[in-house]
């Protein structure tokens, strides 16, 4: 199964997308409605209504890639605790959506930051 790097910026649209959007209007959601460059290096994540269904957009050197997985039971958890249209994943948190993980109680330990010891 393809898979995204955990060092890969991922941009999740919160709203439901037609799945029968294509490339094109994929690329135009980005652009417009995320207010973000389908060019960059970034993986986009577009889901349907029902939450069965995912598409994702990569720019890879010389055309466009889409990618589309459809559930055959259950639905993706998609994260409704964040904010903005547009969300930031890490290519571990996509994998974990799209492995059926629920984001919201995947809840790992702060990272401390220190300057001296003890």
């Known amino acids: 199964m393809i898979r995204p790097s955990?060092?890969?910026n991922?941009?999740?649209?919160?709203?439901?997308?037609?799945?029968?959007?294509?490339?094109?209007?994929?690329?135009?959601?980005?652009q417009e409605v995320m207010d973000l460059n389908p060019f960059d290096q970034a993986l986009?994540?577009?889901?349907?209504?029902?939450r069965d269904k995912v598409k994702l957009l990569?720019?890879?050197?010389?055309g466009f890639v889409v990618w589309y997985k459809r559930l055959e039971?259950?639905?993706?958890?998609w994260p409704t605790h964040l904010e903005g249209d547009s969300v930031t994943l890490s290519g571990q948190e996509l994998?974990?959506?799209l492995d059926g993980?629920?984001?919201?109680?995947?809840?790992?330990h702060k990272a401390l930051y220190f300057q001296c010891v003890g």
Do not use: H, S, T
């Open 44 to 50: 986009f994540v577009f889901g349907n209504r029902q």
């Open 6 to 8: 955990a060092d890969l």
């Open 10 to 30: 991922v941009y999740l649209c919160r709203e439901p997308v037609d799945m029968r959007k294509q490339i094109d209007g994929l690329a135009l959601l980005v």
């Open 58 to 62: 990569f720019w890879e050197r010389n």
């Open 73 to 77: 039971r259950e639905r993706f958890k």
């Open 101 to 108: 993980v629920d984001l919201k109680a995947v809840n790992p």
């Open 95 to 97: 994998n974990w959506l």
